[in-house]
């Protein structure tokens, strides 16, 4: 469906109110809205998690299954991540494969599992070179209303983090705990004039100009990054915004996901 | 199966056995009044109807709004009236004379404008007029949305809601038949003005509610104090 | 696992293997209004069936050329999350689905005043993120009730469930385990009045087994109707004045 043009009224409202420190909903610039975490709602995955992130709504569901790896890495699982943006969570989703914007945030949210080596693939090796797990990350967005980069990242960790193994169903043994070394959690911000908005709803996503994710591991490091949207950022704004990441992301950790 | 007795119909609920009773939001079948949408029942004069508690705005002529330009194309500006059918307003419905290269500089893409519904023909094409003097162009204030089925509540008995409101607030407060609504005062009365609107959609079903938004903006007004 | 050559008992002291009696339905959980950005929505349980829709609309229609220039169309759209099955389903439509979509819209649409809104279009977008054998069913009731609450004029609700056939008998509402065994399977859709909007039947019935897994289904589908009643009426139940809503309705000029 076609975008409706914003008001300018509307954008002008949410201009003045930023000039004064304030935003629409009363929040704080580095205020999340409040998070809730349900894990092990579906029982036919192998991990799942309903994430809210105010109105906005994900589920996600980890799958593992066996399969051949890689013939380049015969010896290491296979991680594969989806992102569905159906058109019931959104009147600007439309029926159809994944457009450039579901591909972009499954490949970030893929980033982040990947990079800070969260899964360690060499041990979901089952015999090297023909059997390996594959975990399937599938996230199914459910209500669009702002920021789905952190709120599908978080349900991604927490379905991997509560997902069991299902070997006994292969006859590969008894049933374990998927092996979670690592916790990422993503923070997004938007450049909106000279401030930065952290967890940005749907209005104010769409009078920013940029958009910065950044993923950090539990030690506090950075393993992944996205600027999105067609606008600048400067090197400081960038400092700023991963010092406050960190911290968000810390708390996140801390609250939501018990590391 | 007779559902008289309460107010909460859903579609199909038998409202009356007469068949001559049947009003707005209802049909007849077997004889029988039925309600056509999920809503409140009444009685009104004779009638049984059923006033929706969701649902699209329709546009109907005469009536006044609050619509987004969306493009501009030809001699026409395409204007967003929330309702599932665009709206046209044609360069010779401004009150002034302005020339076709002139019309982005009198209305832009985004300019908010308070219009009235012209006409409407059978396939919902919608004309639209801005020329009245109560009509124009919104440079200051905010707009809130609610569901259009929520207006006559706003506005209340006699305009009862509404005047309180402006009266309470001292705010220009003015209800699009479609939803939107435009406030205009200082900040601080704007955003109670708007908070307040929202409570009275979410509550429109219930009675009683002016007076209980009356004591609302008391105690709000007293803490601001 | 239960390999097919093993005979299975369905029944136990004339139980079935969850505990049920051959003419009862699976507990149903119902909540309405679960999305803040659709225009209605309805989240859903049957059993094991997790299923929620939302309804859109009706609003313009794009592309342009599909547009009805006398009445609305209406699009249905039932989808599975890949989660939701044992074995991964491939995300995106596969010709089930389509199929599925088709008929359930098909159920719908009896009932929906198409005619009042010309040139626009009803979406309704069913997502099933749990399957236990019953999805296209508890998503027309989803539908139904989604439908509602985003205030679209109906001549009734709908509601649907299905009869199977078990170990000779016939049963209400199979779940999964006796839907992979079982030796037929009847999902209807109907009007509280009793009209049947969507009727689908595979495997082998006498006439007779029809007649009764039809009215089977029939009364479980009018248990199904009070449930999806009664969510939309508790809405809005906390009424301070049940008697009177003469304020409510009070129009005026502007």
Same mark, same amino acid.
């Given at each position: 469906?076609?975008?409706?043009?914003?008001?300018?009224?509307? !954008?002008?409202?949410?201009?003045?109110?930023?000039?004064?420190?304030?935003?629409?909903? +009363?929040?704080?610039?580095?205020?999340?809205?409040?998070?809730?975490?349900?894990?092990?709602?579906?029982?036919?995955?192998?991990?799942?998690?309903? $994430?809210?992130?105010?109105?906005?709504?994900?589920?996600?569901?980890? !799958?593992?299954?066996?399969?051949?790896?890689?013939?380049?890495?015969?010896?290491?699982?296979?991680?594969?991540?989806?992102?569905?943006?159906?058109?019931?969570?959104?009147?600007?989703?439309?029926?159809?494969?994944?457009?450039?914007?579901? *591909?972009?945030?499954?490949?970030?949210?893929?980033?982040? $599992?990947?990079?800070?080596?969260?899964?360690?693939?060499?041990?979901?090796?089952?015999?090297?070179?023909? !059997?390996?797990?594959? $975990?399937?990350?599938? $996230?199914?967005?459910?209500?669009?209303?702002?920021?789905?980069?952190?709120?599908?990242?978080?349900?991604?960790?927490?379905?991997?983090?509560?997902?069991?193994?299902?070997?006994?169903?292969?006859?590969?043994?008894?049933?374990?705990?998927?092996?979670?070394?690592?916790? #990422?959690?993503?923070?997004?911000?938007?450049?909106?004039?000279?401030?930065?908005?952290?967890?940005?709803?749907?209005?104010?996503?769409?009078?920013?100009?940029?958009?910065?994710?950044?993923?950090?591991?539990?030690? +506090?490091? *950075?393993?992944?990054?996205?600027?999105?949207? #067609? +606008?600048?950022?400067?090197?400081?704004?960038?400092?700023? *915004?991963?010092?406050?990441?960190?911290?968000?992301? !810390?708390?996140?950790?801390?609250?939501?996901?018990?590391? | 199966?007779?559902?008289?007795? %309460?107010?909460?119909?859903?579609?199909?609920?038998?409202?009356?056995?007469?068949?001559?009773?049947?009003?707005?939001?209802?049909?007849?079948?077997?004889?029988?009044?039925?309600?056509?949408?999920?809503?409140?029942?009444?009685?009104?004069?004779?009638?049984?109807?059923?006033?929706?508690?969701?649902?699209?705005?329709?546009?109907?002529?005469?009536?006044?709004?609050?619509?987004?330009?969306?493009?501009?194309?030809?001699?026409?500006?395409?204007?967003?009236?929330?309702?599932?059918?665009?709206?046209?307003?044609?360069?010779?419905?401004?009150?002034?004379?302005?020339?076709?290269?002139?019309?982005?500089?009198?209305?832009?893409?985004?300019?908010?404008?308070?219009?009235?519904?012209?006409?409407?023909?059978?396939?919902?094409?919608?004309?639209?007029?801005?020329?009245?003097? %109560?009509?124009?162009?919104?440079? %200051?204030? @905010?707009?809130?949305?609610?569901?259009?089925?929520?207006?006559?509540?706003?506005?209340?008995?006699?305009?009862?809601?509404?005047?309180?409101?402006?009266?309470?607030?001292?705010?220009?407060?003015?209800?699009?038949?479609?939803?939107?609504?435009?406030?205009?005062?200082?900040?601080?009365?704007?955003?109670?003005?708007?908070?307040?609107?929202?409570?009275?959609?979410?509550?429109?079903?219930?009675?009683?509610?002016?007076?209980?938004?009356?004591?609302?903006? @008391?105690?709000?007004?007293?803490? @601001?104090? | 696992?239960?390999?097919?050559?093993?005979?299975?008992?369905?029944?136990?002291?004339?139980?079935?293997?969850?505990?049920?009696?051959?003419?009862?339905?699976?507990?149903?959980?119902?909540?309405?209004?679960?999305?803040?950005?659709?225009?209605?929505?309805?989240?859903?349980?049957?059993?094991?069936?997790?299923?929620?829709?939302?309804?859109?609309?009706?609003?313009?229609?794009?592309?342009?050329?599909?547009?009805?220039?006398?009445?609305?169309?209406?699009?249905?759209?039932?989808?599975?999350?890949?989660?939701?099955?044992?074995?991964?389903?491939?995300?995106?439509?596969?010709?089930?689905?389509?199929?599925?979509?088709?008929?359930?819209?098909?159920?719908?649409?009896?009932?929906?005043?198409?005619?009042?809104?010309?040139?626009?279009?009803?979406?309704?977008?069913?997502?099933?993120?749990?399957?236990?054998?019953?999805?296209?069913?508890?998503?027309?009731?989803?539908?139904?009730?989604?439908?509602?609450?985003?205030?679209?004029?109906?001549?009734?609700?709908?509601?649907?469930?299905?009869?199977?056939?078990?170990?000779?008998?016939?049963?209400?509402?199979? /779940?999964?385990?006796?839907?992979?065994?079982?030796?037929?399977?009847?999902?209807?859709?109907?009007?509280?009045?009793?009209?049947?909007?969507?009727?689908? /039947?595979?495997?082998?019935?006498?006439?007779?087994?029809?007649?009764?897994?039809?009215?089977?289904?029939?009364?479980?589908?009018?248990?199904?109707?009070?449930?999806?009643?009664?969510?939309?009426?508790?809405?809005?139940?906390?009424?301070?004045?049940?008697?009177?809503?003469?304020?409510?309705?009070?129009?005026?000029?502007?």
């Amino acid at each position: 469906m076609s975008d409706v043009v914003m008001a300018e009224i509307r !954008k002008d409202y949410l201009y003045h109110l930023m000039l004064k420190g304030e935003r629409a909903d +009363g929040r704080a610039f580095d205020e999340y809205r409040e998070i809730s975490l349900e894990t092990g709602l579906i029982r036919k995955a192998d991990g799942s998690a309903l $994430v809210r992130l105010g109105k906005t709504t994900v589920m996600v569901g980890v !799958k593992i299954q066996p399969g051949e790896p890689f013939s380049d890495t015969p010896n290491k699982g296979v991680i594969i991540t989806n992102a569905e943006l159906v058109p019931l969570a959104s009147p600007n989703f439309e029926p159809g494969p994944p457009n450039e914007v579901g *591909i972009e945030l499954a490949r970030v949210v893929d980033r982040g $599992v990947r990079e800070s080596g969260a899964i360690d693939l060499e041990s979901l090796c089952i015999t090297p070179g023909e !059997k390996v797990w594959i $975990v399937f990350i599938d $996230v199914h967005i459910l209500d669009d209303c702002g920021n789905l980069m952190d709120a599908s990242s978080l349900g991604a960790i927490a379905a991997l983090m509560t997902a069991t193994v299902p070997a006994a169903q292969y006859a590969l043994g008894e049933d374990y705990p998927l092996p979670v070394k690592d916790v #990422p959690v993503a923070t997004t911000a938007v450049e909106f004039g000279d401030s930065v908005i952290f967890d940005p709803d749907t209005d104010e996503e769409s009078v920013a100009d940029t958009k910065l994710t950044v993923i950090t591991t539990a030690d +506090g490091s *950075i393993c992944g990054m996205q600027k999105s949207r #067609p +606008g600048f950022i400067s090197q400081d704004q960038i400092y700023r *915004i991963v010092d406050i990441a960190c911290e968000r992301a !810390k708390e996140i950790r801390e609250k939501f996901l018990e590391v | 199966m007779d559902r008289m007795d %309460r107010n909460v119909v859903v579609p199909g609920d038998i409202l009356s056995d007469d068949p001559n009773r049947s009003g707005e939001g209802t049909y007849v079948k077997d004889g029988c009044v039925r309600s056509l949408l999920y809503g409140m029942a009444s009685s009104y004069k004779d009638k049984m109807r059923v006033i929706p508690l969701a649902g699209k705005y329709v546009p109907s002529p005469g009536d006044t709004v609050i619509g987004i330009v969306q493009d501009i194309v030809f001699s026409n500006w395409i204007i967003n009236i929330n309702s599932p059918y665009e709206g046209l307003l044609h360069i010779s419905e401004l009150p002034r004379k302005i020339e076709m290269n002139e019309m982005s500089k009198y209305l832009r893409i985004g300019s908010s404008v308070m219009i009235r519904v012209k006409d409407v023909d059978s396939t919902m094409k919608v004309e639209l007029t801005m020329n009245d003097r %109560r009509l124009g162009i919104l440079t %200051r204030g @905010r707009v809130a949305e609610i569901n259009p089925t929520r207006v006559p509540r706003l506005i209340g008995k006699g305009g009862s809601m509404i005047n309180m409101l402006k009266k309470e607030l001292n705010c220009n407060i003015f209800v699009g038949q479609n939803g939107r609504i435009w406030v205009d005062g200082n900040d601080d009365d704007m955003d109670l003005a708007l908070k307040t609107v929202l409570i009275i959609e979410k509550e429109a079903h219930t009675t009683g509610l002016t007076d209980r938004i009356l004591e609302f903006l @008391r105690v709000e007004k007293e803490a @601001r104090s | 696992m239960i390999g097919m050559d093993e005979k299975l008992s369905f029944f136990k002291d004339g139980l079935r293997l969850d505990g049920r009696l051959p003419d009862e339905l699976r507990p149903i959980k119902v909540e309405v209004g679960v999305l803040a950005r659709a225009d209605g929505s309805c989240y859903m349980e049957m059993g094991d069936n997790k299923v929620i829709a939302a309804v859109y609309g009706p609003r313009e229609v794009h592309p342009r050329h599909l547009q009805e220039v006398t009445r609305a169309i209406v699009r249905y759209r039932y989808n599975m999350a890949s989660f939701s099955v044992e074995e991964r389903k491939r995300p995106g439509p596969d010709r089930r689905s389509y199929e599925v979509s088709k008929v359930s819209r098909e159920a719908l649409e009896p009932v929906i005043l198409t005619s009042y809104f010309p040139r626009s279009v009803v979406d309704v977008f069913v997502e099933v993120l749990q399957a236990d054998a019953g999805t296209r069913t508890a998503g027309i009731n989803a539908a139904s009730v989604a439908l509602a609450d985003a205030g679209i004029p109906m001549r009734s609700l709908i509601s649907s469930c299905a009869a199977g056939k078990v170990d000779g008998e016939i049963v209400l509402d199979p /779940m999964k385990l006796e839907d992979n065994f079982g030796e037929a399977d009847v999902p209807i859709a109907m009007t509280p009045g009793g009209e049947i909007t969507l009727l689908q /039947m595979d495997g082998r019935l006498s006439k007779e087994e029809l007649q009764r897994a039809l009215e089977l289904a029939k009364a479980g589908c009018q248990q199904i109707y009070e449930i999806q009643r009664k969510v939309l009426v508790d809405r809005y139940s906390h009424m301070d004045d049940a008697g009177s809503c003469d304020e409510a309705v009070a129009e005026e000029e502007i």
